[in-house]
């Protein structure tokens, strides 16, 4: 068990093997009570094929609102990013979870990440004038995002098949630090970064 928990995010040995000592100090039916719920994430939890964001309903209830603006784009990390984009309610657009950012030396290569996948559906949605680009301004993430608004917005080897996509590519306002994550960003500074937004 503590194995299994070290394996979390942030959590290391020593912080696991509380968690194990807490957990053996609980009644049976609260642990119980959490086994099923680690249980459910598998077995209601699925990833929506046009946003690639964890949902309880195919397609979420994001891409599935008539009421959001067609035209808008929003490419996110990952599906934490959603909720934190939506608490601001300054975003009323659609979202896609590229999955990561690029990183050769772990592997993280274009075809790891949904990039085919955001160029599909540009092709497939002319409706969508702008891709904002709302990764994390890491050097992964500025990477990522000079590849990405490269392949987006009609320059040279754009597109899959060196198809120019011919988008408006912004990315967000420098209201967030470099070397910030998205994800710890409260929401008036999100806020303003996506008002203030330019181009890629």
């Not at 039916?29 to 964890?54: D, G, M, N, V, Y």
């Amino acid at each position: 068990m503590v194995s299994a928990l070290g394996q979390l995010p942030g959590v290391g040995p020593k912080t696991a093997l509380r968690y194990v000592y807490h957990l053996l100090k609980q009644p049976r039916q609260e642990t119980e009570r959490i086994a099923r719920h680690l249980l459910s994430l598998a077995e209601l939890i699925k990833i929506c094929p046009r946003c690639f964001s964890f949902s309880q309903s195919i397609p979420c209830d994001i891409c599935r609102d008539p009421n959001r603006v067609p035209g808008l784009l929003c490419v996110v990390e990952e599906s934490r990013d959603i909720a934190t984009f939506e608490d601001t309610g300054v975003f009323k657009g659609y979202y896609l979870v590229l999955g990561g950012t690029l990183n050769p030396i772990e592997g993280i290569t274009p075809d790891v990440l949904h990039v085919r996948d955001l160029e599909d559906r540009l092709k497939a949605e002319p409706a969508i004038e702008e891709v904002i680009l709302a990764l994390s301004p890491t050097a992964s993430g500025e990477t990522t995002m000079l590849y990405l608004a490269r392949r987006l917005s009609g320059g040279a080897g754009s597109g899959s098949a060196g198809q120019p996509l011919g988008r408006r590519v912004t990315r967000l306002a420098r209201g967030l630090p470099i070397g910030a994550s998205i994800e710890y960003a409260d929401e008036v500074t999100l806020g303003d970064a996506l008002r203030g937004r330019r181009s890629a």
